[in-house]
């Protein structure tokens, strides 16, 4: 069996008499409207105009630091003035802290959002995972009789959609020999 997974075109426009296009999925004008709304936020949203995207590496030290650390360097600067900073690195360094302190909320809700929405896309869909599965349960018998030959290959179709192919067993590699002893 291929990994490769069929597309099936759900969303297309259809044209209108007037030229303009209409989408055949009726939730897709509301969600196009939504998705604008999100990305005028996200355009507003006051950040730098530095378009470089941070490592990994770097978002796991910014996310492992705390605003505590931050501030105590900027205590540590204020006392020893002479140890390679500068007032604007101490400015920097509380700007940082309330930056994080002001948007955090900002970013909790907006991950709240991100749930609430991926809830209602799992229940709706939930409820078709149901009934196909179930049409699926019916088919496999429906087809064992021999009047319903034509409608073998759907059920077969939806089998190789529906039913997970076995998790394959990773082979074990062999032992390595042990070292010689050295003399």
Do not use: C, W
Request: net charge positive; no cysteine.
């Amino acid at each position: 069996m291929s990994n490769t997974t069929k597309t099936i075109a759900i969303e297309h426009e259809e044209p209108t008499v007037a030229g303009e296009t209409q989408a055949a999925n009726r939730f897709t004008p509301d969600a196009q409207e939504r998705v604008m709304r999100l990305r005028a936020m996200g355009d507003e949203f006051p950040d730098t105009a530095e378009v470089r995207q941070l490592t990994l590496g770097e978002i796991r030290v910014a996310r492992g630091t705390p605003a505590a650390a931050l501030e105590k360097a900027a205590l540590f600067a204020e006392a020893a003035p002479g140890v390679g900073t500068t007032p604007e690195d101490v400015v920097a360094l509380r700007e940082a802290i309330a930056f994080e302190m002001a948007y955090g909320g900002v970013r909790d809700e907006a991950l709240a959002v991100a749930r609430r929405v991926d809830q209602a896309i799992l229940r709706r869909k939930m409820k078709a995972v149901r009934t196909a599965r179930a049409l699926y349960r019916i088919g496999k018998g429906y087809v064992t009789l021999d009047a319903r030959d034509s409608l073998r290959t759907h059920v077969q179709e939806m089998k190789r959609a529906l039913v997970r192919p076995p998790r394959r067993k990773k082979s074990s590699d062999p032992e390595p020999e042990p070292l010689a002893a050295v003399k």
